[in-house]
């Protein structure tokens, strides 16, 4: 979910040339347990309600990078930081959402359809248009076979590929 892998692949020489392909993009939304009624905006979470806040950990998890950047652009981040309960990945930010061990949690639309009947998901945060979120698919210059791989991208870049991960929650990738 995040160039920054892919690019750390190049810079080491580990990618085929010219087969770095982004697929498909996402949003980051506040999810809430079933049992809650979600925020009607992001701004809502400064409520007392939201005691305790679940994303993914900015220094380890792209997720948590992207929530962070988009409670910035909320003008909320310096007041919900004591509230952030730091997850080591986006399953363990739906997890604790689910469970009700947090009030919200942001996260991924497409994880957070995983558990749909356990979570209930309420507003986007804002996005940032210099850092979107981007799914990319490489084939490694070490790869067995890469045609098949090269296939395969072709096959997600496809209008049925892209129908699958819309279906999935994930948004089309942007056209070039």
Not at 80 to 88: I, S
């Amino acid at each position: 979910a995040s160039p920054k892998e892919p690019d750390r692949l190049a810079e080491e020489g580990l990618l085929r040339e010219g087969s770095r392909r982004t697929i498909a993009t996402n949003r980051i939304v506040v999810l809430v347990p079933a049992s809650t009624e979600p925020p009607a905006a992001p701004a809502e979470l400064a409520s007392p309600r939201y005691d305790r806040i679940a994303m993914g950990n900015p220094r380890t998890a792209p997720v948590g990078r992207y929530a962070e950047r988009g409670l910035e652009l909320a003008g909320l981040l310096e007041t919900l930081r004591p509230r952030l309960v730091l997850a080591e990945n986006a399953r363990q930010v739906l997890v604790y959402v689910a469970r009700g061990e947090v009030a919200a949690g942001l996260l991924y639309h497409s994880d957070a359809r995983i558990m749909a009947g356990r979570v209930v998901v309420g507003p986007e945060l804002p996005a940032d248009p210099e850092r979107p979120i981007l799914y990319q698919a490489v084939v490694l210059a070490g790869a067995r076979e890469p045609e098949l791989a090269l296939r395969f991208q072709e096959l997600i870049g496809s209008a049925d590929g892209q129908a699958i991960l819309e279906r999935h929650g994930f948004l089309p990738a942007p056209t070039p």
